[in-house]
Nanobody, 123 residues
Framework: VQLQASGGGLVQAGDSLRLSCAVS????????VGWFRQGPGKERELVSS????????YYRDSVKGRFTISRDYAKNTLYLQLNSLKPEDTAVYYC?????????????????WGQGTQVTVSS
């Protein structure tokens, strides 16, 4: 499976962005999917994920109420809507497709990674 992320950019605090991740290869619904990020000098962290069926959704506490994950099975595309962005959201964002029903927080069951898209939020 191949993933292609897009949608990052340079925005001001309070602005919004929508990240997209086009998935090709094996059936999109076969994978749990998610978004990780890695900020400057920080460890990679799981931001949000969705189970294969879409019935389970996870958000890390710092983004709850601001970010929304969604997937379009018809278009084989994963999205992450980022609202009310903060400077601490600055990071490279990676989409991921994982084996199993959910994405592990440490990324250990991720089968494929997108190439990363930079999100920079200025204050």
């Amino acid at each position: 499976v191949q993933l292609q992320a897009s949608g990052g950019g340079l925005v001001q605090a309070g602005d919004s962005l929508r990240l997209s991740c086009a998935v090709s290869g094996r059936t999109f619904s076969s994978y749990a999917v998610g978004w990780f990020r890695q900020g400057p000098g920080k460890e990679r962290e799981l931001v949000s994920s969705m189970s294969r069926s879409g019935g389970y959704i996870y958000y890390r506490d710092s983004v709850k109420g601001r970010f929304t994950i969604s997937r379009d099975y018809a278009k084989n595309t994963l999205y992450l809507q980022l609202n009310s962005l903060k400077p601490e959201d600055t990071a490279v964002y990676y989409c991921a497709a994982a084996i199993g029903n959910i994405v592990s927080a440490d990324g250990s069951n991720v089968r494929s990674w997108g190439q990363g898209t930079q999100v920079t939020v200025s204050s």
